[in-house]
Nanobody, 114 residues
């Protein structure tokens, strides 16, 4: 069974930065394909960043140039560096594999204040 635990969220002002972590454990030996999702209040969950086995990185248009997804396989951890945060980035953030294979857990809340 794969376990994913998100951390690093919190309260930050507009223009600030946060780094989210997603610690993987269980049957994962090496992370190849992982995504970051978020769900804003009253909205559906959306994909914001992904990284593939070919080290390809993709981002939603709303976060391009501000967010960066990365993996540290030595620590079995997925990261999302978030810079120049905006109020519309306020959401609960989740890590997962494509298609949400590992379930959603509790996520980690990010609140960006004016």
């Amino acid at each position: 069974q794969v376990q994913l635990v998100e951390s690093g969220g919190g309260l930050v002002q507009v223009g600030g930065s946060l780094r989210l972590s997603c610690a993987a454990s269980g049957s994962i030996f090496r992370i190849y394909n992982m995504d970051w999702f978020r769900q804003a209040p009253g909205m559906e969950r959306e994909l914001v960043a992904s990284i593939t086995s070919g080290d390809r990185r993709n981002y939603a248009d709303s976060v391009k140039g501000r967010f960066a997804i990365s993996i540290d396989n030595a620590k079995s951890t997925l990261y999302l560096q978030m810079n120049n945060l905006k109020p519309e980035d306020t959401a609960v953030y989740y890590c997962n594999a494509p298609m949400g294979i590992y379930g959603w857990g509790q996520g980690n809340k990010v609140t960006v204040t004016p």
